[in-house]
């Protein structure tokens, strides 16, 4: 898996672009589900390029378990558990008390999804870069 590295990192770029789409559509819950999947596919990304398994869909726990030496602040890994939020609430309206998932995003927590992503995808390509 090691050579597919790349291809997990571009598909996470084009997921992080699907977000700033759909943020700008006006679809803040598929947007904030998108970062979710931006990050994570970029985390895992690492992983790959250094041959190692990545289990589970947990942004913050794929960031807290790196291999050595690539470590995480804590500042990176809160932002994946803020992530973390977005993976099945913003597709399942039994995530809620009442409503349709879309009703309960806002254009201010998309905003930050997409920040918090953009500092993920911007940390794994740094680590990339450095590991050629």
């Known amino acids: 898996m090691p050579a597919r590295y790349k291809d ?3 598909q996470a770029k084009r997921d992080l672009a699907h977000a700033q789409r759909a943020l700008d559509n006006g679809d803040y819950e598929w947007a904030c589900f998108a970062t979710q999947q931006s990050a994570e596919k970029a985390v895992k990304a690492l992983f790959f390029k250094a041959n190692a ?4 869909h947990s942004v913050a726990a794929l960031l807290q378990e790196l291999p050595t030496p690539w470590r995480a602040d804590d500042s990176l890994i809160n932002a994946g558990k803020e992530l973390d939020k977005h ?3 913003p ?3 039994n995530s809620y008390p009442q409503g349709a ?3 309960y995003y806002t254009r201010e927590e998309t905003e930050r999804a997409i920040a918090h992503t953009a500092d993920i995808l911007a940390f794994c390509e740094r680590l990339l870069a450095e590991s050629k």
Do not use: K
């Open 101 to 103: 998932p879309y009703e």
């Open 87 to 89: 993976y099945i609430p």
């Open 8 to 10: 997990w990192l571009r």
């Open 91 to 93: 597709r399942y309206p």
């Open 53 to 56: 398994n990545a289990w589970g």
